[in-house]
């Protein structure tokens, strides 16, 4: 399985921006794809995850009613729209993916990992 994120860039606050994950080397039906964060210092925070074969999501408090995740089956992508940004947002995202259909906010449960992508929130 191969992730590849992109996306990520400086934005001001209130910004908004919109983070893009291509999968490959897998069937993706059965699988579980998240967002994380971590930022210079700290624990590696979930942010968002969907479920690719019925697109069930699950947030955590902090991004709830700002962030969004989606899919586009066809081409193999999940997408992290991130509105009314914050500068506690910063930090490098990544994205990741578990052969199991379980919305896990534990970085533990994820098997495979893209290689991050920083988003800068300037104040």
């Known amino acids: 399985v191969q992730l590849q994120a992109s996306g990520g860039g400086l934005v001001q606050a209130g910004g908004s921006m919109r983070l893009s994950c291509a999968a490959s080397?897998?069937?993706?039906?059965?699988?579980?794809m998240g967002w994380f964060r971590q930022a210079p210092g700290k624990e590696r925070e979930f942010v968002a995850a969907?479920?690719?074969?019925?697109?069930?999501?699950y947030y955590p408090d902090s991004v709830k009613g700002r962030f969004t995740i989606s899919k586009d089956n066809a081409k193999n992508t999940v997408f992290l729209q991130m509105n009314s940004l914050k500068p506690e947002d910063t930090a490098v995202y990544y994205c990741?993916?578990?052969?199991?259909?379980?919305?896990?906010?534990?970085?533990?449960?994820?098997?495979?990992w893209g290689q991050g992508t920083q988003v800068t929130v300037s104040s």
């Open positions: 969907i479920t690719w074969s019925d697109g069930n999501t």
């Open positions: 080397g897998r069937t993706f039906t059965s699988y579980t």
């Open positions: 990741a993916a578990t052969p199991i259909v379980v919305l896990s906010p534990h970085p533990a449960d994820y098997d495979f």
